[in-house]
């Protein structure tokens, strides 16, 4: 399967954002196990704050309590 996220960012507390790259919609994408995934349209970067010129689809992944 290629590959739909360019690269993951740590925000922190087990969570990590990544750009969805992939050629599909955006719903397509299954987080890796004992990760939950909610898809956002950003204008900003997550991390750094830096504007983009036009907004791009972002992978929000928290890692679950398995307990």
Not at 5 to 14: T, V
Not at 44 to 59: A, D, L, M, R, V
Request: net charge positive.
């Amino acid at each position: 399967m290629p590959r739909q996220i360019e690269r993951f960012y740590p925000l922190g507390q087990g969570k990590k954002a990544g750009r969805y790259i992939g050629q599909q919609d955006v719903l397509c994408y299954r987080p890796p196990l004992s990760y939950s995934a909610t898809a956002e349209l950003k204008e900003c970067h997550p991390s750094t704050g830096k504007q983009f010129t036009q907004s791009e689809w972002w992978i929000f992944l928290t890692l679950e309590d398995l307990s």
